[in-house]
């Protein structure tokens, strides 16, 4: 079992950063591929980035690509995303989320989920 716990969000302003964190309970968050997701207002839940279970293997949604950065330190039971040059369409609820095997962007595939932070980017 894993419990996670996200904590980061905010109010930034469009060019500005935040990091996410997401910190993980049990004794197998090392052996898990984790996810982060978000679902803007209105909208569907979508895949932003993933991380393999070492840390060595990552994805991105295309739309994050060059700005996002999915990371994990495993002695921590975190994992975090930091988010660079923010925008307006960056606003939503993000959650991360954990399975075991390898990385996935699809939400179905994982079986744990956090709560969420909000993340709101003001023009």
């Known amino acids: 079992q894993v419990q996670l716990v996200e904590s980061g969000g905010g109010l930034v302003q469009a060019g500005g950063s935040l990091r996410l964190s997401c910190a993980a309970s049990g004794r197998t968050f090392s052996t898990y591929a984790m996810g982060w997701f978000r679902r803007p207002p209105g909208k569907e839940r979508e895949f932003v980035a993933a991380?393999?279970?070492?840390?060595?293997?990552?994805s991105y949604a295309d739309s994050v690509k060059g700005r996002f950065t999915i990371s994990r330190e495993n002695v921590k039971n975190t994992v975090y995303l930091q988010m660079n040059s923010l925008k307006p369409e960056d606003t939503a609820v993000y959650y991360c989320?954990?399975?075991?095997?390898?990385?996935?962007?699809?939400?179905?595939?994982?079986?744990?989920w956090g709560q969420g932070t909000q993340v709101t980017v003001s023009s």
């Open positions: 989320a954990g399975r075991p095997g390898p990385i996935s962007g699809y939400a179905s595939d994982y079986g744990y």
């Open positions: 991380i393999n279970w070492s840390g060595y293997s990552t």
